[in-house]
């Protein structure tokens, strides 16, 4: 059978040096030289393979979610949703402080400066990080139907200050606040969980 001529790397392997790469230097930091030197290839065969690098990036960020950030995922299996909430900012403190990975968060670092012309990565990142809050405030509305919380909380309040904490983790980590620092803030953080009276 014919065909093209095979590719001479692995496109795994090379995502993944594309995401230590965006993860360390941030979208807007990053050069397509950049990326090549890292990944193994030359220009063509990333625009081919990957597309322009905004392309790239959002394969990038896909690749990250199933990767280092799976514990967003994992969280929302949990059985409770202080469970959910709970394993995802202790999750994010793990994440982000790992030593074989540059510190904070690909979708925060990633975006936190960016020139005209980086929008649409920007913008992707910001939709990504809108999502994790949707998510998380269906299911504190979920646990406050089942009598999880009260029925005076306020699930629209929490998913924000979670999600605020969630991603000042990062910001935390990538300043060098230490694993333990960030798992004793998390700690802190739970202590606004809302308790029923009624028990």
Same mark, same amino acid.
């Given at each position: 059978?014919?065909?093209?001529?095979? +590719?001479?790397?692995?496109?795994?392997?090379?995502?993944?040096?594309?995401?230590?790469?965006?993860?360390?230097?941030?979208?807007?930091?990053?050069? $397509?030289?950049?990326?090549?030197?890292?990944?193994?290839?030359?220009?063509?065969?990333?625009?081919?393979?990957?597309?322009?690098?905004?392309?790239?990036?959002?394969?990038?960020?896909?690749?990250?979610?199933?990767?280092?950030? +799976?514990?967003?995922?994992?969280?929302?299996?949990?059985?409770?949703?202080?469970?959910?909430?709970?394993?995802?900012?202790?999750?994010?403190?793990?994440?982000?402080?790992?030593?074989?990975?540059?510190?904070?968060?690909?979708?925060?670092?990633?975006?936190?400066?960016?020139?005209?012309?980086?929008?649409?990565? =920007?913008?992707?990142?910001?939709?990504?990080?809108?999502?994790?809050?949707?998510?998380?405030? !269906? =299911?504190?509305?979920?646990?406050? $139907?089942?009598?999880?919380?009260?029925?005076? !909380?306020?699930?629209?309040?929490?998913?924000?200050?979670?999600?605020?904490?969630?991603?000042?983790?990062?910001?935390?980590?990538?300043?060098?606040?230490?694993?333990?620092?960030?798992?004793?803030?998390?700690?802190?953080?739970?202590?606004?969980?809302?308790?029923?009276?009624?028990?």
């Amino acid at each position: 059978m014919a065909g093209g001529r095979p +590719r001479g790397f692995d496109v795994d392997e090379a995502l993944d040096q594309a995401v230590e790469v965006f993860w360390r230097q941030g979208y807007e930091g990053t050069g $397509i030289s950049d990326l090549t030197r890292a990944m193994g290839i030359n220009p063509p065969s990333l625009y081919g393979t990957f597309g322009n690098k905004e392309e790239l990036f959002r394969k990038v960020l896909d690749r990250y979610t199933e990767g280092p950030a +799976r514990y967003i995922r994992e969280a929302f299996e949990q059985p409770t949703a202080r469970a959910v909430v709970e394993h995802l900012l202790h999750g994010a403190v793990d994440g982000t402080t790992r030593p074989d990975c540059p510190p904070g968060c690909l979708t925060v670092q990633g975006g936190l400066a960016s020139a005209p012309g980086a929008e649409g990565a =920007r913008d992707e990142m910001a939709a990504r990080r809108r999502m994790g809050e949707t998510f998380l405030r !269906a =299911r504190l509305e979920q646990a406050r $139907i089942e009598g999880e919380l009260p029925d005076d !909380a306020d699930p629209d309040g929490l998913a924000r200050y979670f999600a605020t904490v969630h991603q000042g983790i990062a910001v935390q980590a990538s300043g060098g606040a230490s694993r333990e620092q960030l798992h004793q803030t998390v700690d802190f953080a739970m202590r606004v969980w809302p308790s029923r009276v009624d028990a």
